[in-house]
């Protein structure tokens, strides 16, 4: 029985190994399987679609690359990446000061600005002064979440993180929340839902902050893997250039959501 | 089992944590902590030291109070199992077996984001007096875990009341008891004395389960440490931390029982 | 909304379609646009892990539970640590420590033998994590069975000059199954429970396709409650199987009386 026990382990061994045998070119993408319309969110039958989908797989299919998409939920994918559990993560992350110390950037690929929804039938506007006393609800680990901390911690009655935007969303539909801040786009598509008409409208757009909102978003990868986010920014770009960013974009947006052209990156 | 030590040896055992086995052991584990203590980052830690003070309060909190509550639902769930009429024996273990038969994560979930999805359906709510309850997170918390330790001592109860001998309530009967006396004085008391052990160990699984309320945004120990982990972006240390303090609170609760085991009078059988 | 009758109370029929919401039956069906088959795939995810966990569970506890009867002091005083440490730790917090340090260590024990990382994916990487959790939980249910058995057939078999590991095979684990199968049915169904747990780190299981369908569709009630419904079909699936075999170990062995 040892030597099956022996024999057995020498398998999941040799298995694992075996599995490690890397096809070339292949980099593993982190995202998170949560619902985020329009940029991504999953069909009935299993796929997953949206700008960001498209993009990315623009991006990929550019940078000569074989993605695949490993989801991993949001507040993860930071450690996922570090512990080279993934390669990339291409998943709405902003490009900030806070995280870069952690990890680098490629080039950003969208930029879009920071809004807070609300409770149709209260009047305030997205500044501490309005959120006083309010209950603030913001997704875990965003710059969403920082933001809030930083400059309405104090006024807001409570801040609620949630796992998700999308429970965020739910929660302020049910009446737990006074308002959510979150990314323009997003909360935009939820305020067209049938859900978001009848419970919210926008407050407005939140005084900017670039150290903590960050200058767009971009593809993470590890500090150590220059030649990849060499290869991703190339791609970016290319594809800005060749038209199939501005193709891809027509199909969910009427704007440019490169946003201003950054210093940075 | 065999005994440690003949009766027939006079000499005394050295302590049992002197042995040359368990001191090389204790010396091996104190250079990890110190080492895990110099070389792992911890300078997070005075930041957040309030917060998670509340986060140990609020995790306590919630054991205690589920745990209290459950046990108080679980007592007519059990009983009625063991002795009741259908009517009320049916409903009662069909609660139990789809509280056991689903996971808690799934139970935490509908409650709070399956009946969320309701409310925006019934807007009567918002006026009544329950909505500053309805609209926080901890009350869900509270009921979810209410309910699955009601709904596992339920069962655990059902075997205690059915495990007291019948002579002894038979006798009870006999000598004119009403049935509230009988329950009161000599079913409940033996039936929580054979079920304590169980219980003790139920009560650490409650521990354990509480971590699940962090999902919906109730800020105990578990919501402080992820909170540590995405704001610094430490992925170890704060996970140890919370190893340690729940490591520390399951001691107190054995601890705990074991003393309230050691005031009932032993009886074996 | 809702209809309101003249004396206001709504009907129970509009109660219930706003509780499911309408077309609850075509967001479960099995073909797209319904979700069942996504349900469905979950709950298969889940068993597969749930299976594994067991099957590994059960090797670490019968390595654990010998080295807790049969061996020497120091490998004993450290079964005890694994064992206490993994009881007294949230399996929430287990799992994010070994999805993350199981895996690093993984990664670098492969680094140093030349190796490039490992593509662990996620069923394996549950049923690791899951094992090793179970492990703890079987050593104790596997102690208790092993010291139930009768020493009489263990001493004859020592006389016998039986080596450990052929008494193991021909006269511990098969005597001791009847005391463990009760221990160990239930272990199997707190398994293919925490399996829900997975879905905190993402894996593809029934808890979390749930979450996902629900979060695209915005029919939480309905979804969580189908899911609700599989596990219990699971569960009670499991009991039964469970009771034939825990009937058919106990066979010509006297019946256990009473409690839970």
Redesign the interface.
């Known amino acids: 029985m040892i030597r099956g026990l022996k024999i057995a382990a020498a398998a999941v061994l040799l298995g694992v190994a075996g599995m490690a045998a890397a096809h070339a070119e292949e980099i593993k993408v982190g995202f998170s399987p949560e619902a985020y319309p329009p940029f991504y969110t999953q069909d009935a039958s299993g796929k997953w679609e949206g700008w960001e989908v498209e993009i990315v797989n623009a991006i990929c299919d550019e940078a000569k690359l074989d993605c695949v998409l490993t989801p991993i939920p949001w507040d993860g994918l930071i450690p996922a990446l570090k512990t080279k559990k993934i390669d990339a993560i291409m998943n709405s992350m902003s490009i900030t000061e806070e995280r870069k110390k952690e990890i680098n950037f490629s080039s950003k690929y969208y930029n879009t600005p920071t809004v807070v929804i609300g409770a149709k039938d209260q009047k305030f506007d997205a500044t501490p002064e309005g959120l006083k006393g309010k209950v603030l609800g913001v997704q875990v680990s965003t710059i969403h979440a920082a933001y809030a901390k930083k400059h309405f911690g104090d006024a807001a009655a409570e801040i609620k993180e949630y796992q998700t935007q999308d429970e965020a969303n739910q929660d302020l539909a049910a009446g737990r929340l006074d308002a959510t801040q979150a990314d323009s786009i997003a909360l935009g598509d939820f305020l067209a839902s049938d859900a978001g008409k009848a419970c919210c409208d926008l407050k407005g757009e939140v005084a900017p902050d670039d150290e903590v909102l960050g200058l767009g978003v971009g593809a993470g990868v590890r500090k150590e893997d220059t030649a990849l986010q060499e290869r991703l920014s190339a791609a970016i770009k290319a594809i800005r250039d060749n038209g199939k960013y501005a193709e891809i974009t027509k199909k969910y947006f009427d704007f440019d959501i490169y946003g201003a052209a950054s210093q940075a990156n | 089992m065999s005994s440690e030590s003949s009766v027939l040896t006079a000499a005394p055992r050295t302590s049992a944590w002197l042995q040359p086995h368990r001191i090389v052991l204790i010396l091996i584990a104190a250079a990890l902590v110190l080492a895990s203590v110099f070389y792992m980052r911890w300078d997070w830690l005075p930041r957040y030291l309030p917060i998670a003070i509340e986060g140990i309060w609020r995790t306590i909190w919630l054991l205690v109070a589920s745990a209290g509550l459950g046990i108080m639902l679980a007592i007519p769930l059990g009983l009625v199992q063991a002795t009741g009429p259908k009517i009320l024996s049916v409903p009662a273990k069909t609660f139990c077996t789809i509280i056991r038969g689903t996971p808690l994560l799934l139970q935490v979930w509908l409650l709070y984001y399956g009946l969320g999805s309701l409310f925006p359906q019934f807007p009567w709510i918002r006026e009544s007096f329950m909505w500053p309850y309805l609209r926080q997170a901890w009350p869900y918390g509270l009921l979810a875990l209410t309910l699955s330790f009601a709904g596992y001592e339920g069962e655990v109860m059902r075997g205690a009341f059915a495990g007291v001998a019948r002579g002894q309530l038979e006798a009870a009967r006999a000598f004119g008891m009403s049935r509230w006396k009988i329950f009161r004085r000599i079913w409940l008391p033996q039936a929580v004395q054979r079920a304590l052990p169980t219980l003790a160990g139920e009560t650490v699984l409650q521990l354990k389960a509480t971590p699940l309320v962090a999902t919906i945004t109730v800020v105990d120990i578990y919501n402080v440490a992820s909170r540590v982990r995405q704001e610094t972006f430490v992925v170890y240390e704060p996970l140890l931390l919370l190893a340690l303090v729940y490591l520390c609170i399951t001691g107190i609760i054995v601890f705990a029982f074991r003393k309230l085991e050691a005031r009932i009078p032993a009886r074996l059988g | ?2 209809a309101v009758h003249p004396s206001g109370r709504t009907k129970l029929s509009d109660f219930l379609a ?2 499911f919401g309408h077309g609850t039956l075509e967001l479960l069906a099995l073909e ?4 069942g ?2 349900l469905l ?1 979950g709950l298969m995810n889940s068993i597969m892990i749930a299976v594994g966990a067991t099957v590994l569970g059960l ?1 670490i506890g019968i390595a654990g539970a010998c080295g807790k009867l049969y061996g ?3 490998i004993k ?2 079964c005890e640590v694994y064992t206490t ?1 993994v ?8 799992i ?2 070994l999805y ?2 199981g ?2 260590l ?2 670098r024990v ?1 680094a140093v033998w030349g ?7 996620g069923v ?1 990487a549950g049923i690791f994590v899951l094992g090793v959790v179970q492990g703890a939980y079987s050593t104790e249910v596997l102690r208790g069975a092993i ?1 139930a058995i009768p020493q009489g057939q263990i001493e004859a078999a020592r006389a016998f000059g039986m080596p450990l ?1 052929l008494m ?2 021909r006269i511990t684990l098969p005597a001791m199954l009847p005391f463990a199968i009760p221990g160990l049915a239930n272990l199997w ?1 707190i398994a293919t ?5 997975l ?4 894996f ?1 299981e029934l ?2 396709t ?7 569709t ?4 309905t979804f ?2 189908a ?2 419904a599989l ?2 079909a ?3 699936f499991s009991n039964l199987i469970l009771g034939r075999v825990e009937r058919w170990a106990r066979r010509g062995l006297p019946s256990v009386g ?3």
């Open positions: 909304m809702p706003a509780v797209p646009p319904g979700r088959a996504f795939l090797t020497n002091p120091v005083d450290l440490l009881r007294a730790v949230p399996e929430l917090v287990l994010l420590l993350f340090a895996t690093d993984i990664n492969l190796y490039p990382p490992a593509d662990i994916n394996v010291l590991m193991l095979k169904l429970k925490d399996t829900a747990l879905a905190i780190v993402g593809n808890t979390q749930t979450r996902t369908a629900a979060g695209a915005k029919a939480y009630f969580f409650m899911a609700g596990y219990l699971l569960t009670l009473g409690a839970a």
